[in-house]
């Protein structure tokens, strides 16, 4: 093949803002296919528009700067730690942008045998190659592998290459620039060492949860710009007679019909009659829901709910295990202790994911702020008390998993707490219960209930960026 003149590229075409968004939208499904946003992904995404508008023009005119690399070590099965140097968000959609425009014009000068990183290749184009040239008489194959294959990479070699290929010097120098990306501290900042100060010096929020997911704080960066502007959408919304009681009632409705559907799958031959008296009412209480305008008259109906569906729940208990409607503070009853400890555990995790997503689990849109409550988060978990909690715990009751023994009472506290060995049925009830795989509750989502949880939040964090976005509770039948 004769040697190639300077292809027809420029900084211009990656700079396009149409290019930009296709890449961005890239690297968003690529977070998505992973289960749950990154937080630079999910950052950048609450005004994605104007990230893109700015970055398009700092391209244009050559004043686009990359950031720096993050380094990120993953434990290898043998033993051995793989050092990784992650770019920020802006970065990647940059080098999406790069890609598409160069892709399509260096590929032709690809070798005939490389199905590596090349659209529309790949394993099984390889393997169907290796088939043919068996076909065809050749008996042997020499197996090898790359030994730390991206950092063996000729790097020089390859920038003479491309310096062949494309004339744009702009160009060019934006993609020096991203190969000489350090993995340190933004520039001007002091050199930083460990997880903590890096982040801190990045300005990236930390979130330290405990090995179970529950929340033990928040590390805050000196840049307060978007703190604050979060907080201030998240309090208006709270205020915002058109946006928090439609999400309050589409809570009030998720949670009220999975005690529905829970009492439904629970429903056998001799307990029909109150299994259906309790979805009968219940059912009543759920029509009064789009007449509720005020966040007392939800919060009455989800409690007249409550009162029907844990009447009836306490009836269909096993002997020995039958309770009299829902108690706390202290709990009455092994079941109602039992159901207390999950409900705690699950709050846990609500207030971790929505740490997560920027935001203050306290400003409730149904409950109220009280004291220390993390009212927002009582308002994520609603849904996954039935879902997950009521479940778990029925289905423990019904295996002799949990027993009458699990429970002690306690004189101090004038009610029943579980013992050492009940809290242990219930944690291994309730981790089975939030790694068990489910499709069809959200659409284009498939993963762990854990993940759903967190899904959840990162919708509630929409709602409160987004005047045009919806929150609904997950499917359940």
């Known amino acids: ?13 990656v700079a396009d803002l149409g290019r930009l968004t296709t890449a961005w939208d890239e690297v968003l499904a690529g977070d998505r296919d992973d289960g749950m946003l990154g937080p630079g992904v999910a950052r950048f995404a ?10 398009a023009s700092q391209l244009s005119v050559g004043g686009y700067r990359p950031g720096h690399l993050a380094p990120v070590s993953l434990p290898r099965a043998d033993g051995q730690v793989r050092l990784l140097h992650v770019p920020v968000v802006r970065d ?19 070798g005939p045998f490389s199905y590596a990183y090349r659209p529309g290749l790949g394993v099984a184009d390889a393997v169907q190659a290796v088939a043919r ?38 160009l060019l120098a934006l993609i020096e620039d991203l190969l000489d990306r ?22 990236v929020e930390l979130v330290f949860l405990s090995r179970r997911g529950t929340y033990l704080g928040q ?61 009968g009412q219940i059912s009543e209480l759920l029509a009064m829901l789009p007449q509720c305008g005020t966040r007392d008259e939800l919060m009455g109906i989800e409690g007249a709910a409550a009162r029907e569906y844990f009447a009836a729940l306490g009836q269909i208990m096993p ?60 308002d994520l978990m609603e849904e996954f008390r039935p879902l997950v909690v009521d479940q778990l715990v029925v289905a423990a009751a019904r295996r002799g998993e949990l027993r009458p023994e699990h429970g002690h009472r306690e004189e101090a506290v004038h009610g029943v707490l579980l013992t050492k060995a009940g809290r242990e049925v219930i944690v291994g009830q309730y981790e089975q219960r939030m790694l068990q795989h489910t ?20 919708r509630l964090a929409a709602y409160v960026h987004d005047p045009l976005a919806t929150w609904t509770g997950l499917s359940w039948r």
């Open 1 to 13: 093949m004769a040697a190639p003149d300077h292809l027809p590229v420029s900084l211009a075409q």
């Open 46 to 55: 609450r005004d994605a528009e104007q990230n893109l508008a700015k970055m």
């Open 92 to 110: 990647r959609i940059v080098e999406r942008s790069i890609l598409a425009v160069l892709g399509p014009v260096i590929d032709p000068w690809l």
């Open 133 to 170: 040239l068996r076909d065809e008489g050749l008996g042997w194959v020499a197996r090898s592998d790359f030994h730390d294959c991206f950092t063996e990479i000729p790097v020089s070699r390859l920038r003479r290459m491309l310096r062949v290929l494309v004339e744009d010097p702009v």
């Open 182 to 203: 350090p993995a340190a501290a933004p520039h001007g900042a002091a050199p930083v060492r460990g997880l903590r100060s890096w982040a801190l010096a990045s300005e």
């Open 219 to 279: 590390a805050w960066t000196a840049v307060a710009g978007r703190r604050i502007s979060r907080l201030r959408a998240q309090l208006a919304v709270a205020g915002d007679p058109a946006r928090a009681p439609p999400f309050a009632r589409a809570v009030v409705d998720a949670k009220v019909r999975k005690q529905m559907v829970l009492l439904q799958r629970l429903a056998r031959r001799d307990n029909t009659e109150i299994v259906s008296s309790a979805v």
């Open 319 to 378: 002997d020995g295990l039958r309770f009299v409607g829902r108690s706390r503070q202290p709990p009455g009853d092994l079941i109602n202790a039992a159901l207390s400890y999950g409900y705690a555990i699950i709050l846990g995790e609500a207030v971790s994911a929505l740490c997560a997503t920027g935001l203050d689990p306290a400003i409730g849109l149904l409950h109220a702020e009280q004291d220390n409550r993390p009212s927002l988060a009582l």
């Open 439 to 458: 499709k069809g509750a959200l659409p284009g989502l498939s993963g762990s209930m854990r993940r759903h949880l967190y899904r959840q939040a990162e």
